[in-house]
Every structure is written in structure tokens, then in C-alpha cells.
């Protein structure tokens, strides 16, 4: 089977999520038109990576304007309960399109935000969620861990999808989690932008016999509305170079890496070459090694299968 996808390599409008929406269907319907069959979009797309950002925080205190700054943030991040979601699960039908979407999500039971990548199927709308279990660095500030839960994956009618966001991807046995379900399409949405990120890219193809999707953001310092100019003085300009790539299951580059403008990556994967890719290397089959070594992830989910078939418009 052959399919086409798509890396969204932009920038969102910056702490709004209306906007930014408006924003995500205006390039879905683009490429959706290009025969796109998946398009994904980079870690915390909606409503913005706030990258500079601290929040009025240091050890040992907080302040007032740093409280209101998440106050805003959490006003501007997904609620999946509402018709953020509706609108998402609409586009994704009339477009004929599976998105893959980078979000800050809201919790409205208790206050907290995830870092999450929402799975949405043009037949079934709402696959599942994964929320990112460990944020790297001061995104523990903002953002909540998850648990095993999380490590969700889909047999969905174009491929098997999974796929962790951004530092997790540095996380050996969270790797293995996906590889765990067969994922052939793995799908890591990101804010690293150094060069080095596609090493680890070309690794986790290399490792899992997987393609693997690398999608980042495009975005200059310049692109903060004014408000937030203040809290960014001592960024670069370049904030985030982008680095978006597209990989196959024997580590080669199919297109990319991106740098230095917003755009997309399209190409097509064949994913019979995941079986040809198998003969030497298989990290879940004959290099397990069941023997010397057991895997267990705690409360990870079942794979969750797509139940409408899927028709082409």
C-alpha cells in the first residue's frame, strides 16, 4: 500500500486559538487538494509553542504577571470536550484527510495542560490522544505529566500510526512501546530544531523498521505579537529553524530536512518497504532476544483499531 503525506512546517498565530484553527483548516483544505491522505502538524501548534518563555517562575517563587500569562495560555489551549474538537473532527471528514495535530490540551477537571497529539480519522473522527509523559526541562512548568495511558497507537486504514513528541523520542523504552504495536508510521512532532535532531530521526527509522515523520515549527522571534516582545529579549531572531523530515524504514531521507522557511514536506510512502527493510534487522522479531529480555508498559492501551471503513472521495 502507497500513501501520501504531508509535514506542516509553519507558524500558528501565537496564542490564539481561533485563529490558529482558522489557521490549520485553511492548510489542510491546501494540501488535502494535493491528494494528501495524512497531514500532521508540529508539537504544540495550537495554540503556540511559548519557547522563552518563563512564566514569572524561579525556584522558590512565582509572580502575578507569570500566573496570568498560563491563565491566557490555558484560555488558548484545546478542550477536546468541546467544539475545538467538533470543528478539527469536521475538517477532517470534508477534507477526506487522518491529522495529526500538536496541541496544548486542557484539562477542565483540575486546571492542568498536556502536551498532546490528537489522532483524528475522516471516518471516525477522534482516534485517541497521546499526552507527552515526561516534559523536557521548564515544560514542567506548564505542562503535566502523563502515564501509560498515553502510549497509544492505530490501526487505521492507511497504516499502523503511533509516535511520541519531541525529548520522549529520546526515551529507549517509550521508543519500544511503539515498536511494541508494529507502528509503521511513526509520527513525532517536535520543537528541536538542531541539526542533531535528524540523527535521532534516522535512528528511530533505522531501529524500529519504521517510516518516521519529524514534523517542527517554523518560527522567528519577530512572529510574537508585542505584548510578548518583552519576554523573548534575549532570543535570537531565528528562534526555531524548523528541521522537518521524512525518513524510511532503512534510515534513508525521503524528503527534507527543512530549514530556515515555512512550508510542507510531501512524499509518498510505500509500506511494503517495511517488510523489505525486516530481512537484516527486526527490533520486535528476531533480535528481541524474548530470551534475556521482557517488556512491560504499564496501563498501556490496547491498539486501538479504526471501525469505519474508509472511503475515497
Not at 491563565?71 to 488558548?76: A, L, M, P, Q, V
Not at 521548564?138 to 513528541?165: M, P
Not at 531501529?207 to 518516521?212: D, K, L, M, S
Not at 524510511?248 to 510542507?264: E, H, N, Q, T, Y
Request: charged share 25%; aromatic share 10%.
Amino acid at each position: 500500500m502507497k500513501i501520501k503525506v504531508c509535514l506542516i512546517q509553519d507558524n500558528p498565530v501565537f496564542f490564539d486559538k481561533e485563529k490558529t484553527i482558522a489557521k490549520v483548516e485553511q492548510l489542510t483544505k491546501k494540501y488535502a487538494k494535493d491528494g494528501c491522505e495524512l497531514i500532521v502538524f508540529p508539537e504544540s501548534f495550537i495554540p503556540g509553542y511559548p519557547r522563552g518563555f518563563s512564566f514569572g517562575t524561579k525556584i522558590g517563587s512565582r509572580t502575578n504577571e507569570g500566573r496570568n500569562l498560563y491563565s491566557e495560555y490555558y484560555r488558548n489551549s484545546i478542550d477536546i470536550e468541546s467544539k475545538d474538537l467538533k470543528r478539527l473532527e469536521k475538517l477532517s471528514k470534508s477534507e477526506n484527510v487522518y491529522l495529526v495535530i500538536g496541541a496544548t490540551e486542557k484539562e477542565n477537571t483540575h486546571g492542568s495542560l498536556h502536551c498532546s497529539m490528537l489522532y483524528i480519522s475522516p471516518t471516525d473522527g477522534l482516534l485517541g490522544v497521546h499526552r507527552k509523559i515526561k516534559p523536557t526541562g521548564a515544560e514542567r512548568v506548564i505542562w503535566s505529566d502523563s502515564d501509560g495511558e498515553s502510549l497509544v497507537s492505530f490501526d487505521t486504514k492507511i497504516g499502523k500510526l503511533g509516535g511520541l513528541i519531541c525529548w520522549e523520542n529520546y526515551m529507549p523504552l517509550a521508543r519500544m512501546s511503539m515498536y511494541k504495536r508494529g507502528v509503521e508510521i511513526y509520527i513525532a512532532p517536535t520543537a528541536d530544531s538542531r541539526e542533531e535532531w535528524t540523527s535521532t530521526m534516522r535512528h528511530i527509522a533505522l531501529e524500529g523498521r519504521c517510516f518516521v515523520l519529524g514534523c517542527n515549527q517554523f518560527f522567528r522571534k519577530s512572529m510574537y505579537p508585542d505584548k510578548y516582545q518583552s519576554l523573548v529579549l534575549d532570543e535570537p531572531e531565528d528562534i526555531c529553524k524548523g528541521g522537518s523530515i521524512i525518513v524510511s524504514p532503512m534510515g534513508k531521507v525521503i524528503a527534507g530536512p527543512l530549514f530556515d522557511r515555512s512550508g510542507a514536506l510531501i512524499a509518498e510512502l510505500d509500506l511494503e518497504e517495511i517488510n523489505l527493510s525486516k530481512l537484516d534487522f527486526d527490533v520486535i522479531g528476531h533480535y528481541s532476544r524474548k530470551d534475556i529480555f521482557t517488556f512491560n508498559a504499564l496501563n498501556q492501551p490496547e491498539i486501538i483499531k479504526e471501525k469505519t471503513p474508509h472511503k475515497t472521495v
